[in-house]
């Protein structure tokens, strides 16, 4: 943007037969706000200037002529036709800089202001201005050529502004020329510059004393000849310091210049100058910092107008339009509109079974809420994203208390943030929905409820023979024929003959390794019958409850059942 601003209109206008909303930026100088106010979105009301050709409005008129009765006509025929022929020509303010720089011929044009007011149903006055008379005896006729309502249900006004840099005293804000422009200027001098030291130095000037200058040629192999003992001919030096130093003060003012654009150039050392310039990792971390401020600043900006604009071209849309539409929809908006239809939020017989949609635009349509995703126009670096959800699945998986913490659903926005990130096509068909993950929470619950039953009885199959012995004695079952009561011994490793008739030290190392893993692994078996005990105790102690819950509830229900037979006037005897 030239400007720290720049205005966007919202039309409704007919692209080939098709009417809908549009976009147009009109120049800078033909938008005027209200006096005093420093924003478009302080003014209570603004003008917009335009400039038309008398084709133009005899066009106008045409189109105008053909409309049907039913149609809602806007346009002043009459005042048309009367004001076609009154042209003018653009003073200095209104021309561009591009009609003052090629002096483009401005006169012949039709100019007519539309004056646009805040409120639902305001009106909307677009007029034509002659001036008559000269001096004390000027005088302004306007004439009204177009009334129209707002129809925005909002009542916002058609145009806004996009911000780049906001003043609080300039209301078109502050542009990024203004920023670098002396900057740019300042290196564009030192080039100048440097040219013309570079054209001293292949080209200089040469002193000469006591030979004709006229017969003199300054030229390659020239043998100068002079009867003067005196006389010389030498060129003149020149100081090379500007040009050896040009490099390194081109850079410090580009890095300077980058610097005020918030770039992310890293390419410029700090030895020229300028210490937010650098290339150690410190200083590649400081200088994407800077970035993501400048960046979120700017970014910001955007996401306001865009919501702005898209608000207001939506809602226009749907107020503008008359009669009934067939839409065809895409498959994606069918089901989400089939998702809200099961939700109870929409009407599931304006949907057909071939994705069509028939809107009514005459009924009332309510004011439409426009917002933007943050996230979808910040500037993301997939790579360092990927990288970081490594490491959060990484840690999430070598933790066993985070296994127990993090539930299940936010483990699976972890798996659609990788989905996200990642440069595939149709990333959509590996994320996981909301009813995909109800579905999968419900599978993982069902899972966690089998019989406890069912898990002694896989653990004791697992068990050696002599462990299920030991079960059996300590529980008062009958030990089957044949079973081992013992864990067998460490097998005895057999001596090798030496000459000296002794074992070798790693065969004792040997045998002494495989006897403790031996007692390793009784020890770990008899943890595990323990734990079966203990949960065997547990089912023990849950269907004790359970039976002393049924007998206390048979007996109430007894001692109800003989209340309710007891004759009136008995006192009922009991403990209590």
């Given at each position: 943007m030239t400007f720290g601003s720049c205005p966007t209109y919202v039309p409704f206008v007919n692209h080939y037969g098709y009417f809908c909303t549009d976009l147009t930026l009109p120049y800078w100088g033909d938008v005027f706000l209200q006096p005093g106010k420093l924003s478009d979105a302080d003014s209570n009301y603004l003008f917009l200037r335009s400039w038309w050709q008398t084709k133009d409005i005899e066009a106008l008129i045409d189109s105008q002529?053909?409309?049907?009765?039913?149609?809602?006509?806007?346009?002043?025929?009459?005042?048309?036709?009367?004001?076609?022929?009154i042209a003018t020509t653009k003073d200095e303010k209104a021309k561009t800089p591009a009609e003052k720089e090629k002096n483009i011929n401005t006169e012949g044009g039709v100019e007519l202001i539309t004056g646009f007011q805040r409120g639902v149903g305001a009106k909307f006055y677009t007029f034509h201005?002659?001036?008559?008379?000269?001096?004390?005896?000027?005088?302004?006729?306007?004439?009204?050529?177009?009334?129209?309502?707002?129809?925005?249900?909002?009542?916002?006004?058609?145009?806004?502004?996009?911000?780049?840099?906001?003043?609080?005293?300039?209301?078109?804000?502050?542009?990024?020329?203004?920023?670098?422009?002396?900057?740019?200027?300042l290196m564009d001098a030192e080039t100048q510059m440097y040219q013309y030291n570079r054209a001293l130095q292949l080209n200089p000037p040469v002193?000469?004393?006591?030979?004709?200058v006229n017969k003199f040629k300054y030229a390659p192999n020239t043998v100068v000849k002079s009867t003067n003992p005196d006389a010389f001919v030498k060129p003149v030096e020149i100081d090379t310091t500007a040009l050896t130093n040009f490099p390194a003060n081109y850079q410090l003012m580009q890095s300077q210049l980058l610097t005020l654009?918030?770039?992310?150039?890293?390419?410029?050392?700090?030895?020229?100058?300028?210490?937010?310039?650098?290339?150690?990792?410190?200083?590649?971390?400081?200088?994407?910092?800077?970035?993501?401020?400048?960046?979120?600043?700017?970014?910001?900006?955007?996401?306001?107008?865009?919501?702005?604009?898209?608000?207001?071209?939506?809602?226009?849309?749907?107020?503008?339009?008359?009669?009934?539409?067939?839409?065809?929809?895409?498959?994606?908006?069918?089901?989400?509109?089939?998702?809200?239809?099961?939700?109870?939020?929409?009407?599931?017989?304006l949907l057909s079974d071939d994705n069509k949609i028939r809107i009514d635009y005459d009924s009332a349509t309510p004011a439409l809420k426009f917002e933007v995703d943050a996230s979808t126009s910040?500037?993301?670096?997939?790579a360092e994203q990927l990288q970081a959800l490594t490491l959060m699945?990484?840690?999430?998986?070598?933790?066993?208390?985070?296994?127990?913490?993090?539930?299940?659903?936010?483990?699976?926005?972890?798996?659609?943030?990788?989905?996200?990130?990642?440069?595939?096509?149709?990333?959509?068909?590996?994320?996981?929905?909301?009813?995909?993950?109800q579905e999968s929470m419900s599978s993982l619950q069902g899972n966690e409820g089998d019989d406890i039953q069912d898990r002694v009885t896989a653990k004791f199959e697992t068990l050696p023979d002599w462990a299920k012995a030991q079960w059996y004695k300590n529980h008062n079952f009958e030990v089957p024929e044949g079973v081992p009561m013992s864990a067998p011994l460490p097998e005895k490793t057999e001596s090798v003959s030496q000459p000296d008739n002794q074992m070798k030290p790693e065969h004792i190392l040997k045998a002494d390794d495989q006897a403790h893993k031996q007692g390793i692994d009784s020890a770990k078996i008899e943890m595990e019958m323990r734990k079966m005990d203990l949960e065997d105790h547990?089912?023990?102690?849950?269907?004790?409850?359970?039976?002393?819950?049924?007998?206390?509830?048979?007996?109430?229900?007894q001692l109800a059942v003989k209340q309710a037979n007891k004759p009136k006037g008995v006192k009922a005897s009991g403990t209590r």
């Open positions: 002529s053909k409309l049907g009765k039913d149609v809602e006509k806007t346009w002043d025929v009459e005042a048309l036709r009367a004001v076609k022929e201005v002659q001036s008559t008379g000269t001096g004390s005896d000027k005088k302004h006729v306007g004439t009204i050529v177009r009334t129209k309502s707002n129809k925005d249900p909002r009542g916002e006004l058609p145009i806004s502004f996009a911000y780049g840099d906001t003043d609080g005293s300039n209301p078109l804000g502050r542009s990024v020329v203004e920023l670098v422009g002396g900057m740019q200027n002193h000469i004393f006591g030979i004709n654009l918030a770039s992310p150039n890293s390419n410029i050392s700090a030895e020229v100058g300028n210490i937010t310039q650098s290339k150690t990792p410190q200083g590649v971390e400081q200088n994407k910092a800077n970035l993501n401020i400048d960046d979120n600043h700017y970014r910001k900006q955007f996401e306001t107008w865009f919501e702005r604009w898209s608000e207001t071209a939506i809602n226009l849309y749907f107020a503008e339009r008359t009669g009934v539409e067939e839409l065809q929809l895409d498959k994606k908006t069918a089901q989400e509109l089939t998702k809200l239809a099961q939700e109870g939020k929409f009407n599931p017989e910040k500037m993301q670096d997939e699945e990484e840690f999430l998986r070598k933790s066993p208390i985070l296994q127990k913490i993090v539930p299940p659903s936010k483990q699976v926005e972890l798996w659609n943030a990788f989905v996200r990130n990642t440069k595939i096509e149709d990333p959509e068909k590996l994320a996981l929905d909301e009813k995909e993950i547990k089912m023990m102690m849950e269907m004790q409850n359970q039976s002393h819950t049924q007998t206390m509830s048979e007996k109430q229900h």
